[in-house]
């Protein structure tokens, strides 16, 4: 008898729990990581630690589970590894603080602003008959320490990324390992996403959201066809600077990768990430470089802004529904469900405006 690639392998693969070669595979991790920067420059160990680690490793729930530590899965241990090796390796060129003030103040500030939120957050929160409790000295502990691990890659890019090869290096990975992504992916859309099950014994989401236009999303190692589909879209754009910052036969092979990364973007299925890769890549190649600077100053800012626009009233929702409905019906309803849920978060979140609602879900 012959699979049938629309059923997933198994009818509970969201209630199976990853096997054990996916605890091996993350338990050995580390060792590579030591592999990669005994044998690679800095820049390149770190960059091949790091995207070896997210593309690869199985996804949560595995995870080991350390006292006081959050849990150490694919995230959280390839970063705590690759700091450990780039201090042990690199002690005398790294500095855990950028030089620029305003950039220190603020990795300070992010770092232990958990302690505030407890300090606003020691009261229980009920939602019915169901409480939970306010938070403790152990979870400021806790939520710093998380979100200093989180921002690790950024503080070592801040040391062994800063120069413009160095940069061109970190192009070049995405180019790459887009590249090699784009096997597995290609695999998956073709047989529906099964190499979780297949390797590390489960499925990390709902496999009715994989499903697209007759079609399957890939979903491969990451937690959602959508974030495979925003790496692919990175990959493409980084393809297209190098393509335009090299000239002859190097011109050409990233013109075939850039249309190649294009054409599995394009099969990912994602119209989101699909609509920036349009928007950026005639940006890349076409425009001068001061005026993307500020076109990128433009599009951070409304990044940022976009809380505060949403909140008072001054996003068009009503327009961009009817624009995406003329599109596809099924399309402006899976809008129309984001925006009424960011409405009901954000009203949440503008109880406690300052510091927020802290962990364990009191934001919900």
């Not at 976009?306 to 402006?332: D, N, T, W």
Request: glycine fraction near 4%; charged fraction near 15%; charge should be positive.
């Amino acid at each position: 008898m012959g699979l049938n690639p629309a059923e997933p392998l198994f009818k509970d693969d969201t209630d199976r729990m990853p096997n054990a070669f996916a605890y091996l595979v993350l338990g050995l991790w580390p060792l590579l990581a030591v592999v990669l920067f005994r044998t690679l420059p800095p820049s390149r160990a770190l960059l091949a630690s790091l995207f070896t680690a997210y593309l690869f490793l199985p996804p949560p729930p595995t995870h080991f589970d350390i006292p006081l530590f959050p849990a150490l899965n694919k995230e959280i241990l390839p970063n705590i590894t690759v700091l450990i090796l780039s201090w042990v390796m690199y002690r005398d060129r790294i500095s855990l603080l950028p030089r620029n003030k305003i950039a220190a103040v603020a990795v300070v500030v992010f770092v232990i602003s958990p302690l505030f939120t407890m300090l606003t957050n020691m009261d229980p929160v009920f939602f019915g008959r169901i409480g939970i409790p306010g938070l403790g000295l152990k979870d400021a502990l806790s939520l710093s320490l998380q979100q200093f691990i989180l921002i690790i890659p950024l503080l070592l890019a801040n040391n062994f990324l800063q120069n413009e090869e160095h940069q061109r290096e970190l192009l070049l990975a995405f180019c790459l390992f887009g590249l090699l992504y784009s096997l597995p992916m290609l695999v998956e859309i073709r047989l529906s996403p099964q190499l979780n099950i297949w390797i590390y014994g489960f499925f990390q989401h709902s496999f009715e959201q994989m499903m697209r236009n007759g079609g399957f999303r890939p979903i491969v190692f990451l937690y959602h066809g959508l974030w495979v589909a925003f790496f692919a879209m990175l990959a493409v754009c980084s393809s297209a600077i190098l393509m335009r910052a090299h000239l002859g036969y190097q011109r050409a092979l990233f013109m075939a990768a850039t249309l190649y990364l294009f054409a599995v973007l394009v099969l990912c299925k994602s119209i989101g990430s699909l609509f920036y890769a349009v928007l950026l890549l005639p940006l890349i190649v076409l425009f001068p470089r001061a005026l993307k600077i500020r076109l990128a100053l433009v599009i951070m800012g409304f990044a940022l802004s976009y809380p505060l626009i949403k909140s008072l009233g001054l996003l068009p929702e009503q327009a961009l529904l009817e624009l995406v409905a003329r599109l596809s019906e099924e399309r402006a309803n899976s809008l129309k469900f984001r925006l009424d849920n960011e409405t009901t978060l954000l009203a949440r979140a503008l109880e406690r405006p300052v510091f927020g609602w802290g962990s364990w879900g009191r934001n919900q």
